[in-house]
């Protein structure tokens, strides 16, 4: 299994960015399929971006299509949030996750999140 580690969380105004880290440990990362997901308090999780194993096919929710770029480094075993011109309704905690490329292949691995408040 893989083990995942967020970071770069924090207190962010309107239109400013910041750049989420995820860090991975335990078997080889770079055989999964990343994610960025992320919940609001009060609202269900939601998807937010996912890369390939081989980092060559991205998607993202339209919410965020052209503020935030998915990125990996499978070297350096760590992939990455890059968030830009940041809403209030960005606000959420941000979790990363993992999963096998297999088709119908769930999101099994987790890490912690990480908290991102934009503030007005």
């Known amino acids: 299994q893989v083990q995942l580690v967020e970071s770069g969380g924090g207190l962010v105004q309107a239109g400013g960015s910041l750049r989420l880290s995820c860090a991975a440990s335990?078997?080889?990362?770079?055989?999964?399929?990343m994610g960025w997901f992320r919940q609001a308090p009060g609202k269900e999780r939601e998807f937010v971006a996912a890369i390939r194993w081989s980092g060559g096919s991205t998607s993202y929710a339209d919410s965020v299509k052209g503020r935030f770029t998915i990125s990996r480094d499978n070297a350096k075993n760590t992939m990455y949030l890059q968030m830009n011109s940041l809403k209030p309704g960005d606000t959420a905690v941000y979790y990363c996750?993992?999963?096998?490329?297999?088709?119908?292949?769930?999101?099994?691995?987790w890490g912690q999140g990480t908290q991102v408040t934009v503030s007005s």
């Open positions: 996750a993992a999963r096998l490329p297999r088709v119908g292949a769930e999101y099994d691995y």
């Open positions: 335990g078997r080889t990362f770079s055989i999964y399929d």
